[in-house]
């Protein structure tokens, strides 16, 4: 896990997280039974370049994801173990209630790290994230539409940082260029492991008495598709 640095709560632009207008995030969810759902993708603008190794810039930006995973470890512990129920406390600093809460603050960090533009640090703090959400869902009801539109997101954001080019324009990404910063075979054989073990977790949490189809289920079959297919094979042989 990314070094925290003390001084990282100060202001910068990495916070900056603005959604391109033409992308919602929310979604019209009344469907009918004959309409499948398609989650939406919603990412904010890039910087032009990554964080320079060892500069204040990167420094900061661990700061703030080392505090943000730390906040959501802690809610998520309240969670599980259904303690804290006090109202008086902070929001951040109150368990979370449902799974809306939890996606909603995975959703911030991965909308930091991604103007961020600096895969060094993105890649592994996506798994660690990612990592975090799997471990989570059962602590939840499975609710459908946040469970799938986050999972979709990550999906996408994984298969940019592998091929280098954005999701929604597929113009190439900030350090893609910079063969240093690109995700390593080893993080690549992890991703996929861990699109496996979601897809898998998610197909144990389906319901079994729905009497109709529903506009979602579609959409559960396609969990980290994109990682899926374009990882195929990574990792086979490997000790």
């Known amino acids: 896990m990314p070094s925290a640095d003390p001084d990282s709560d100060s202001d910068v632009e990495f916070e900056d997280v603005l959604s391109q207008p033409n992308q919602s ?3 019209n969810h009344n469907n009918t039974s004959q309409s499948p759902w398609i989650p939406t993708l919603s990412l904010p603008d890039q910087r032009d370049h990554p964080a320079t190794p060892g500069s204040e ?14 906040r959501i ?3 998520q512990m309240k969670a599980e173990m259904g303690i804290d129920t006090d109202t008086d406390l902070p929001p951040s600093e109150r368990r979370y209630e449902n799974f809306q809460e939890l996606a909603h603050d995975i959703n911030t960090l991965i909308d930091m790290l991604w103007v961020s533009a600096t895969p060094s640090i993105q890649t592994e703090a996506l798994l660690t994230l990612a990592g975090l959400l799997e471990k989570s869902l059962k602590t939840y009801p499975f609710t459908p539409y946040p469970t799938l539109g986050i999972l979709h997101k990550f999906d996408s954001v994984f298969v940019a940082l592998c091929t280098g080019r954005h999701p929604l324009t597929n113009v190439e990404i900030p350090g893609a260029h910079d063969q240093r910063q690109v995700v390593t075979q080893t993080q690549k054989v992890r991703i996929r492991s861990l699109a496996e073990t979601t897809r898998n977790t998610i197909f144990g ?12 289920l579609e959409d559960v079959a396609r969990v980290y598709d994109g990682v899926l297919m374009l990882l195929e094979g990574e990792g086979e042989g490997l000790v």
């Open 73 to 75: 470890n802690y809610r």
């Open 205 to 216: 949490m389906l319901p079994d008495d729905e009497e109709e189809e529903q506009p979602w």
């Open 57 to 70: 810039e990167e420094n900061q930006l661990r700061g703030r994801l080392t505090a943000g995973l730390d």
């Open 25 to 27: 995030q929310g979604q």
